[in-house]
């Protein structure tokens, strides 16, 4: 996933908007309509593609290691996804775990480069920065209240994602609202957006896409049409664009090799 991705405008907004809530060290919400690539622009954010599975693959030490350390300690960032109906301590034990790794690569970067040195630090979960919790929704009130006190006690930055209208859910918690610091609204691509995707779509299937050509701008309009901007869609919709190309042994996007490929998935409105 970190290998194909796509730098679009709404991720640089995100990334502004992550950035800016762990600098000024407050709670910061992102929410947009399921697909339009929250947790994707959070992940990269996060480096969490790689880091998260070294976390997960803890083990013995390997030379690839170093790597590792250096990207923690640029990202001082922990990326979290809490279960259906979870256990508020359960939940906290979770992040802490992930916190505890997390900063443990940290410093050991930080030793490697001699910024650090004598005996290992007793918390080293104050060394993260920032903590991303995606599916918010699914956050209880005394997990929500659990995640304020954290912020206070220790500064700890929080980026809570959702679904539109997660932000008028938190109004009902006071002690939450009044600390946070930005929202940040993801929206759907654009065309000049869904344009330079499309593009690079095209380009890893070995072809130019040319929106003044009559065919080509057949194909954009069908797949506007069909993912009305949504990252998810696009991505889902691709896979299957190749495989009725090959199937057929075509060698054009076309409208209809579109339409053919979306028929396959299954598109809710």
């Avoid at 912020?151 to 930055?157: E, G, M, N, V």
């Avoid at 299957?240 to 209809?256: A, Y």
């Amino acid at each position: 996933m970190a290998k194909d991705f796509i730098v679009t405008k709404e991720h640089r907004r995100f990334a502004e908007f992550a950035t800016a809530v762990r600098k000024e060290h407050t709670i910061g919400i992102c929410h947009g309509d399921a697909g339009v690539g929250k947790t994707l622009s959070a992940r990269r954010y996060a480096h969490w593609d790689t880091l998260g599975a070294h976390i997960d693959e803890w083990g013995p030490r390997t030379d690839e290691d170093a790597k590792h350390h250096a990207t923690a300690n640029r990202s001082r960032t922990v990326f979290y996804t809490p279960e259906v109906l979870p256990r508020y301590r359960q939940l906290m034990a979770e992040i802490e775990h992930l916190q505890i790794r997390v900063g443990i690569c940290i410093d050991e970067h930080q030793r490697t480069i001699g910024k650090v040195s004598g005996p290992h630090k007793d918390d080293v979960t104050k060394l993260i920065e920032l903590l991303i919790v995606d599916e918010a929704e699914r956050l209880t009130p005394t997990a929500l209240e659990l995640l304020r006190d954290e912020h206070d006690r220790h500064q700890l930055a929080i980026i809570l994602i959702g679904m539109p209208g997660i932000d008028q859910r938190f109004r009902h918690y006071p002690q939450l609202y009044s600390r946070l610091g930005f929202s940040h609204h993801y929206r759907a691509l654009g065309r000049e957006e869904l344009l330079f995707v499309l593009d690079r779509h095209w380009k890893r299937l070995g072809r130019t896409l040319d929106p003044d050509d009559f065919t080509d701008a057949q194909a954009i309009a069908a797949v506007e049409r069909i993912t009305r901007g949504n990252f998810r869609l696009l991505e889902r919709l691709f896979p299957q664009i190749t495989r009725v190309l090959k199937i057929n042994q075509l060698e054009t996007i076309t409208d209809d090799v579109i339409e053919a490929a979306a028929s396959i998935l299954v598109i809710g409105n």
